[in-house]
């Protein structure tokens, strides 16, 4: 079965040495000199190409030239030497370029022989002869190069030079091709020079355009050429733009200006304007995203390489420091974990404190033979002491049983050391309990600190991906509206996301252009994020990043308890992270300056755990045993909402708050309170609601005051319901207003409401 890849290789290789050989066959010096066929078919074989393909197709090539007897002769004879140094080749051999040289010069015999020992032409046989070793070299090493490194187009400055002298073979071999009204020359030129700005750098492009009119000028010495495709190379670097219109525009009016109104040997006509406008046709055609590819895989800095490979190195560093310092804090979360003690089960403890009271109390007794031999079970009496203590907080005499009065001497004995006892006890269960709840905290928030460390380094390991051509789409943009850029750098770190850093002057920041500009060219909706002073003088450095679907409006009423000059209520409406919203209620037990401490704590401390990145079962976990760690009631009722503004999801948590109302377009939605306050017991279960929100719609949250003055939740609803506004802050003043009217005026507990209306935002 035939191999279709093989083929194909093989033909392409045929197609390209036959151009090459062709081309090289034609190129001349002032059509006298003709020193670049046989070395470069030389250095094809020597870099593995082989001889049997470019024997036979240098011939052919050969004859071009003309098939006289003289030249059939010397071509075959050449042919002949490059067949034999194929066989220096065989099995991917390297070879020396001196021995390349040696048979250059072995294949130039034939021609020596007739132009030299049977001509007169001395001077250039000799000059044939030292330009076709000159040749071989450069043409051997560019081989070399390209087959070395086929997938990397970045060359040293040697390796440079000879690139160029292959553009300027195959330039002076195209030079001499003609083609009855129409110049393939011209038309090429035009191709390569409007290509050559798009993949290659300016300089490069320039460069180019002077080898290539160069090719014509060693043939006629005729410099026109080069003037010709200098200027519009000059032309085109220094005004190309993203829209290749503009380029191909730039580069006809250069040409028609040059073709007309200056004196060079060159003839123009209409002919010379198709062949332009032809040119630009076809470069037009070639899609942007091979020009890109091309441009990237050909034209990249290798300097660019090496700081991306130094990147990769520290972000690699980075993110296994941060898996490893994870490792570490989550150790610490087992370690603390395990060093929780806790109390005593109930029973065994009053076991304990029971047979301790006897021991104290009756191991000394004189009776004691006497009370352990009557019927009274003395251990059990103890034991119901104990349970009677711990249920009341003490025992008194009318606890004893009356038949323990009747027989022991020593009541107030046993009353003493029972509640001595459970006192002590008390105090040390208290005591470890704190411990414990501490050791849980701290363990808490070392599995919350390994958890936001873990997301870092999954964050770190995400690449990043730049854009060059909206980066020089936005500068050009920016630029035509007269704000000057000099930089622009656009990434994405995941598929939602992307950022824009531009460096403008100080007197553009404020400008809305930038954010229209740049939201225009990346496709989506983009804000400032950040306004910084750079290390350039006068410039600054303008960030953006895509814009949050939604956004969010926030009104708040609230007054506190009549008679008190603090409310108890604090509210918290804060932004997390460019994407997420949190609004929260927290009402602290009670009233006046007391309770608005406790719950100015509770929510300072919600607001930085969420700032800092914690989930939310941490948060409230740590919140909640901060208070209980306290000795003093310091218990809070939290209502909490927190929104994604990228897709309107919203979830709701609440511990000993009251309902919450999700107020649509003809509806309204009511969130259903639930657990225990913040900070009585160690463990808690908030209750959680997870809907999504729609366009408009406005969430209410409010404090106990405000539900306790509609007595149902069904008439606070349907109030909210009734009120026909999508303005947040004038429907929080409704309310409150309204609870206040149905109290005559009178605030029986703080009172506080906040709303936040969603709307999506358009570009």
């Given at each position: 079965m035939v191999n279709k890849n093989l083929v194909i290789k093989y033909v392409l290789c045929v197609v390209?040495?036959?151009?090459?050989?062709?081309?090289?066959?034609?190129?001349?010096?002032?059509?006298?000199?003709?020193?670049?066929?046989?070395?470069?078919?030389?250095?094809?074989?020597?870099?593995?190409?082989?001889?049997?393909?470019?024997?036979?197709?240098?011939?052919?090539?050969?004859?071009?030239?003309?098939?006289?007897?003289?030249?059939?002769?010397?071509?075959?004879?050449?042919?002949?030497?490059?067949?034999?140094?194929?066989?220096?080749?065989?099995?991917?051999?390297?070879?020396?370029?001196?021995?390349?040289?040696?048979?250059?010069?072995?294949?130039?015999?034939?021609?020596?022989?007739?132009?030299?020992?049977?001509?007169?032409?001395?001077?250039?046989?000799?000059?044939?002869?030292?330009?076709?070793?000159?040749?071989?070299?450069?043409?051997?090493?560019?081989?070399?190069?390209?087959?070395?490194?086929?997938?990397?187009?970045?060359?040293?400055?040697?390796?440079?030079?000879?690139?160029?002298?292959?553009?300027?073979?195959?330039?002076?071999?195209?030079?001499?091709?003609?083609?009855?009204?129409?110049?393939?020359?011209?038309?090429?030129?035009?191709?390569?020079?409007?290509?050559?700005?798009y993949i290659f750098k300016k300089n490069q492009t320039i460069i180019i355009s002077l080898i290539y009119g160069l090719g014509f000028a060693i043939n006629t010495l005729e410099i026109g050429y080069i003037a010709l495709f200098a200027s519009i190379a000059l032309a085109v670097v220094l005004l190309k733009s993203e829209f290749k219109v503009y380029s191909i525009f730039i580069a006809l009016i250069v040409d028609v200006l040059f073709g007309l109104y200056f004196e060079t040997n060159i003839a123009y006509n209409l002919t010379s304007i198709l062949e332009a406008v032809l040119a630009s046709l076809i470069f037009i055609c070639v899609p942007n995203k091979f020009i890109q590819n091309l441009s990237g895989y050909i034209s990249?800095?290798?300097?660019?390489?090496?700081?991306?490979?130094?990147?990769?190195?520290?972000?690699?560093?980075?993110?296994?420091?941060?898996?490893?310092?994870?490792?570490?804090?989550?150790?610490?979360?087992?370690?603390?974990?395990?060093?929780?003690?806790?109390?005593?089960?109930?029973?065994?403890?009053?076991?304990?404190?029971?047979?301790?009271?006897?021991?104290?109390?009756?191991?000394?007794?004189?009776?004691?033979?006497?009370?352990?031999?009557?019927?009274?079970?003395i251990q059990g009496i103890y034991y119901d002491l104990v349970t009677i203590g711990f249920e009341r907080g003490r025992v008194t005499l009318l606890d004893i049983p009356p038949n323990m009065t009747s027989i022991c001497g020593k009541t107030s004995q046993i009353l003493i050391v029972?509640?001595?006892?459970?006192?002590?006890?008390?105090?040390?269960?208290?005591?470890?309990?704190?411990?414990?709840?501490?050791?849980?905290?701290?363990?808490?928030?070392?599995?919350?600190?390994?958890?936001?460390?873990?997301?870092?380094?999954?964050?770190?390991?995400?690449?990043?991906?730049?854009d060059n051509v909206k980066e020089s789409k936005i500068i050009d943009e920016l630029t035509f509206n007269d704000i000057i850029c000099n930089d622009a750098v656009v990434y994405q770190k995941d598929n939602y996301t992307t950022n824009v850093n531009i460096l403008v002057r100080n007197q553009d920041t404020n400008s809305p252009l930038i954010k229209a500009i740049v939201s225009k060219v990346c496709g989506n909706l983009l804000d400032v994020k950040d306004v910084a002073p750079s290390e350039i003088s006068g410039w600054s450095m303008v960030t953006l990043s895509t814009a949050s679907t939604y956004d969010i409006l926030f009104g708040y009423a609230g007054t506190s308890k009549s008679g008190e000059e603090v409310s108890g209520d604090n509210y918290s409406l804060l932004r997390i992270n460019d994407s997420k919203f949190m609004m929260a209620v927290c009402d602290g037990m009670g009233s006046g300056s007391r309770a608005d401490k406790t719950s100015e704590l509770a929510i300072s401390l919600v607001e930085?755990?969420?700032?800092?990145?914690?989930?939310?079962?941490?948060?409230?976990?740590?919140?909640?045993?901060?208070?209980?760690l306290n000795n003093e009631e310091n218990f809070t009722a939290l209502d909490l909402c927190v929104i994604?503004?990228?897709?309107?999801?919203?979830?709701?948590?609440?511990?000993?708050?009251?309902?919450?109302?999700?107020?649509?377009?003809?509806?309204?939605?009511?969130?259903n309170g639930g657990a225990l306050p913040i900070g009585i017991l160690d463990e808690m279960k908030p209750a959680y609601y997870k809907t999504v929100l729609n366009d408009q719609d406005l969430i209410v949250l409010c404090s106990d005051g405000v539900t306790d003055a509609f007595q149902k939740s069904e008439n606070l609803k349907n109030f909210i319901n009734n009120i026909q506004t999508l303005h947040p802050q004038k429907l929080a003043d409704e309310i409150l207003k309204k609870a206040l009217s149905l109290n005559l005026g009178v605030a029986n507990d703080d009172m506080t409401i906040i709303v936040g209306r969603v709307f999506q935002k358009f570009a």
């Open positions: 390209v040495v036959a151009i090459l050989l062709s081309l090289s066959t034609m190129a001349s010096m002032q059509n006298i000199v003709f020193p670049f066929a046989i070395p470069i078919a030389l250095a094809l074989v020597f870099c593995n190409v082989k001889s049997y393909i470019v024997a036979p197709i240098f011939f052919l090539a050969s004859l071009i030239n003309g098939v006289a007897e003289s030249n059939l002769i010397i071509s075959g004879y050449s042919s002949c030497v490059i067949l034999f140094a194929g066989l220096l080749t065989y099995k991917n051999r390297e070879i020396k370029w001196w021995i390349g040289c040696i048979f250059v010069l072995l294949s130039e015999l034939a021609y020596l022989y007739f132009n030299a020992y049977l001509g007169t032409l001395y001077l250039e046989c000799a000059l044939t002869v030292v330009l076709s070793m000159l040749s071989f070299i450069c043409a051997y090493h560019f081989f070399k190069s390209f087959r070395s490194k086929p997938l990397v187009f970045r060359f040293s400055l040697d390796e440079a030079i000879c690139a160029f002298f292959i553009l300027l073979v195959a330039s002076s071999g195209i030079a001499n091709i003609n083609i009855p009204y129409f110049n393939l020359y011209h038309f090429l030129g035009i191709t390569l020079i409007l290509l050559s700005a990249s800095d290798a300097k660019s390489f090496g700081v991306k490979s130094i990147l990769d190195r520290n972000k690699t560093t980075m993110q296994n420091k941060l898996i490893e310092l994870s490792n570490v804090f989550e150790e610490m979360d087992i370690v603390f974990r395990k060093m929780i003690k806790g109390v005593l089960p109930i029973n065994d403890a009053k076991d304990m404190l029971a047979s301790e009271s006897c021991q104290k109390v009756c191991t000394d007794c004189k009776d004691r033979a006497k009370c352990f031999r009557s019927k009274n079970n029972i509640n001595q006892l459970i006192n002590q006890y008390k105090q040390y269960a208290n005591m470890i309990t704190n411990l414990d709840s501490s050791r849980i905290l701290i363990a808490e928030q070392l599995s919350g600190v390994a958890h936001i460390m873990k997301d870092l380094s999954r964050q770190i390991d995400e690449d990043i991906v730049f930085n755990f969420y700032k800092a990145g914690f989930d939310n079962d941490i948060i409230l976990n740590c919140v909640n045993k901060l208070l209980a994604d503004l990228k897709n309107c999801f919203a979830d709701f948590i609440k511990l000993g708050a009251p309902v919450g109302f999700i107020k649509h377009k003809e509806t309204t939605t009511q969130i």
